[in-house]
């Protein structure tokens, strides 16, 4: 089982919609939980951070955290052409020094 | 401006032949680190650094060496690159290891023949 899973993709949805991108990991004791964002040929980028249970907005993004289920998740409302990129789940384990990288979800957002 | 860098950003090279890419930030930050990205695999870690002359092992090290002899720099040395090393390279800092704003380096692209 990999540590950080992620559907890779492409995930499709039309200007104006939700897109919702999901992760799950396998480390329970996992402390805090990032999503980026890479546009093709460049490096990523940390739009959202969460640590604990639960929602967290920042304008057009709300990062869903939940522990029990080893799950986080990113929505993205009003999807934007501009938001087509790949967004990549990054977790910090238990022991706090290593940030372990999902494969990715390329997100495509259609005229 | 804050920001990492990295060079060289394009690199071909033979089998063999040492190489090392530099990394430096400007933000002085404590955490550094280095990743390879490829296609199907995603980011890995090859080696960090929780700052100066302390530096650990990641996912993928073999093959790999690194120095922190100052906090701003972070070399990454191929001591005797192979095929199976032509990768994406990133290099990545951040205030500390806890802290999880990464900052990312735009990237070195090496391809071994």
């Known amino acids: 089982q990999k540590e950080v899973e992620q559907n890779s993709g492409p995930l499709s949805v039309p200007e104006g919609a939700i897109a919702s991108l999901n992760c799950t990991y396998s480390?329970?004791?996992?402390?805090?939980f990032f999503w980026y964002r890479q546009y093709s040929g460049k490096s990523p980028e940390l739009i959202m951070s969460?640590?604990?249970?639960g929602d967290k907005e920042d304008g057009r993004f709300t990062a869903q955290l939940n522990k029990a289920s080893q799950y986080v998740s990113l929505l993205i409302r009003d999807s934007q052409p501009s938001d087509s990129a790949t967004y990549l789940c990054?977790?910090?384990?238990?022991?706090?020094?290593?940030?372990?990288f999902g494969t990715g979800t390329q997100l495509k957002v259609e005229l | 401006e804050a920001q990492v860098t990295q060079n060289p950003r394009y690199l071909i090279t033979v089998t063999g032949k040492k190489l090392t890419v530099t990394c430096s930030q400007n933000?002085?930050?404590?955490?550094m680190s280095w990743y390879r990205q490829d296609p199907g695999l995603g980011l890995r870690q090859i080696y960090y650094?929780?700052?100066?002359?302390?530096?650990d092992k990641g996912d993928v090290p073999e093959g790999y060496k690194v120095s922190r002899k100052e906090k701003r720099n972070f070399p990454l040395i191929l001591e005797s690159p192979s095929p199976n090393q032509t990768s994406l390279y990133f290099c990545?800092?951040?205030?500390?290891?806890?802290?999880?704003?990464?900052?990312f380096g735009p990237g070195t692209r090496l391809l071994v023949l």
């Open positions: 480390d329970r004791g996992s402390q805090s």
């Open positions: 990054a977790v910090r384990g238990g022991g706090g020094n290593k940030l372990t």
């Open positions: 990545a800092s951040s205030l500390a290891a806890g802290t999880g704003t990464q900052y």
């Open positions: 933000m002085n930050h404590e955490y």
């Open positions: 650094s929780m700052n100066v002359e302390v530096t």
């Open positions: 969460i640590y604990s249970n």
